[in-house]
């Protein structure tokens, strides 16, 4: 079973080339940011490229629902990370 990893302020900087790496490891991911479509460009990059999976996850951290979000997909126990 391929491993997930969860990645934060992935549509641009220090996150995109985290999901980058991970994904060039091997690791499907799930993308977290504001930005959807700037997500998704990152998404079928590093689909394209590597030919993982790439899950779009737009939340805004600094909100309660965007953190509700992450916290409930992060305990999806049909789609682990880990």
């Keep these: ?11 641009s900087g ?5 999901a980058r790496q991970l994904a060039a490891s091997g690791a499907d991911v799930v993308l ?4 959807r479509g700037a997500l998704e ?7 394209d490229r590597y030919g993982v999976g790439a899950e779009v996850l737009p939340a805004d951290l600094t909100s309660e629902a965007g953190r ?3 916290a409930a997909r992060l305990v999806d126990p ?4 880990g």
């Design 1 to 11: 079973m391929a491993k997930t990893a969860l990645i934060t302020g992935a549509s």
């Design 14 to 18: 220090l996150g995109a080339e985290f």
């Design 32 to 35: 977290v940011a504001r930005d």
């Design 41 to 47: 460009e990152v998404a079928r990059g590093v689909r």
């Design 68 to 70: 509700d979000a992450v």
């Design 78 to 81: 049909d789609r682990p990370v």
